[in-house]
Structures are given as C-alpha cells and as structure tokens.
Nanobody, 121 residues
Framework: EVHLVESGGGEVQAGGSMRLSCTAS????????MGWYRQVPGNECEFVVS???????YYADAVKGRFTISQDIAKNTVYLQMNNLKPEDTARYYC???????????????WGQGTQVTVSS
C-alpha cells in the first residue's frame, strides 16, 4: 500500500501563486505516473496534471501555461507550481500515485483527503 503525504494548499487571491507537493511512501514511477486530480462538490473528479518516471508531462487544457509539475524521483516526490490562479481553480486537489491515463472519475476520495485550494476574486 502506498501512503501519500501532501502539503500546500490554502487561500490565495486571483492572479496569485501556490505550490503543492506530494511524497509517496515508495517509488511508484516504475508502474505509474504521479500527479493531481481536483474536485468541486457536485462535479466530477477531473484530471489536472501528471508526470511519468521519464519526465513526460500531461496537462489539462484548463491549466496549460499556468501550472507546472516537476519531480524528485529520489524522494518519490512531485511538486505542482500553480501560477496565475483563477477562481475556477478553486477545488480540493488530490495527489494521485497510480495514474495510468487521464480519465475523469466520479470521486477522488480513493486518493485520501486531498488539500483545499481556494482562489478568491
């Protein structure tokens, strides 16, 4: 079983920046990508970004050019730098350690509690 430790999140004004990080209890990059999903109550759990062990990155169209994912494989850690945040980025963000594709889900709950990101206008 993989345990994830997330940090970051909180509230920021529109146009501001925020950084999330996520550390897995063991290396998962041999089998999966890591990244983030996000969910707003009443909406689907939507794909945001992922990175492979080789450093290949995938971004949802809504965050391209504003969000940047990076990794420290030796630390089993991924980072998400979020710039030019918009109110529509407000959601609970979930670090995902077992990404195989970029499908959306009904719920993000299987990845733990997540962290709240609130962008005020």
């Amino acid at each position: 079983e993989v345990h994830l430790v997330e940090s970051g999140g909180g509230e920021v004004q529109a146009g501001g920046s925020m950084r999330l990080s996520c550390t897995a209890s063991k290396n998962v990059f041999d089998d999966y990508d890591m990244g983030w999903y996000r969910q707003v109550p009443g909406n689907e759990c939507e794909f945001v970004v992922s990175i492979s062990g080789e450093g290949d990155t995938y971004y949802a169209d809504a965050v391209k050019g504003r969000f940047t994912i990076s990794q420290d494989i030796a630390k089993n850690t991924v980072y998400l730098q979020m710039n030019n945040l918009k109110p529509e980025d407000t959601a609970r963000y979930y670090c995902a350690h077992d990404i195989l594709g970029r499908s959306d889900y009904a719920s993000c709950n299987h990845w733990g509690q997540g962290t709240q990101v609130t962008v005020s206008s």
